[in-house]
């Protein structure tokens, strides 16, 4: 009688699905993200909603941030400061480092506090973590894809307006170029996700690196100002300043770009991609502890 009630005792006690961490840090299960894109077209969604609720334009911001921008650039560096543009029209040298460099910072920003902003859903239900930042990539270059239609319309009226634009054969690599930025942002931002919970004040080192990087980047200014061999170097060291010469050169056909310096950044955005998701796949079991 014993032995029968023990063994009913153990039938209670067995479990019909077991939710642990992975058991390595090289282990990323590709097939179960797979399995939840569902949640992240509702993730992506989300973020399409939470940007439009309570606002009066709506999707209109999403053109007026970067005209209101580039207009800034345009006084503030072009007229005041008279920053060389390659002979290019100031408006549309400026819309085309901007509308690129946005994307990259934004899905930065995101991807960096993706522990902290969402850590009342990940305590209480489980799924890929990896799906929030990847969401988060996505959601960007929908809107990327708004702002760059908008370069496009002021490339179009520069260009058949006889102006000294001339796109060529590399426009083509624009796709490319938008995936060399997204996986450096979320590279970049799985590592700075990972660190922040359990350094919180590395969110306000990001904040300022990101404004210092930009001015470390070709957006407000051509690589062909800067004449120092040493700060060229500097500059050319940094992945974003071959994508940004790439995707000015193919659309305006003026700029420094080479060939090397996009193979660079590839190099560079694959290390950093593949390092952040090792952090993030790490930090990921236990982060609920310091968050």
């Not at 509702?42 to 909603?49: A, E, L, Q």
């Not at 650039?73 to 408006?91: E, H, Q, R, W």
């Not at 102006?163 to 931002?189: C, D, E, F, H, K």
Request: proline share 4%; glycine share 8%; charged share 15%.
């Amino acid at each position: 009688m014993h032995n029968k009630e023990t063994k009913l005792e153990t039938a209670r006690q067995e479990w019909t699905d077991v939710i642990q961490a992975s058991g390595g840090l090289l282990k990323i299960n590709l097939r179960e993200l797979w399995h939840y894109k569902d949640l992240i077209y509702m993730f992506v969604k989300r973020d399409f909603v939470t940007f439009y609720k309570q606002t009066i334009l709506g999707p209109l911001w999403f053109l007026i941030q970067p005209i209101l921008t580039t207009l800034t650039f345009v006084i503030i560096f072009g007229n005041l400061a008279k920053i060389s543009t390659d002979g290019l029209p100031s408006i549309l040298f400026y819309l085309a480092g901007n509308t690129i460099w946005a994307y990259f910072s934004e899905g930065l920003t995101k991807t960096s506090t993706v522990f902290r902003d969402n850590a009342g859903i990940f305590g209480k239900v489980y799924f890929p973590r990896l799906t929030m930042p990847i969401s988060i990539v996505i959601s960007g270059v929908i809107k990327f894809l708004i702002q760059y239609g908008l370069f496009l319309a002021f490339l179009a009226y520069f260009y058949f307006s006889g102006s000294r634009v001339q796109p060529n054969i590399w426009i083509i690599a624009t796709p490319y170029l938008i995936v060399l930025m997204a996986m450096l942002a979320l590279g970049l931002g799985m590592i700075f996700s990972s660190l922040t919970t359990k350094y919180k004040d590395l969110v306000f080192l990001l904040s300022f690196g990101i404004q210092l990087l930009m001015y470390a980047s070709p957006v407000i200014y051509p690589i062909s100002t800067i004449a120092d061999p040493f700060y060229r170097t500097l500059l050319n060291c940094n992945p974003i300043t071959g994508i940004i010469e790439c995707f000015r050169y193919g659309h305006l056909g003026a700029g420094g770009f080479q060939p090397w310096m996009l193979a660079y950044s590839t190099a560079i955005s694959l290390v950093v991609l593949i390092l952040g998701t090792l952090i993030f796949n790490k930090v990921e079991k236990s982060f609920m502890d310091t968050v």
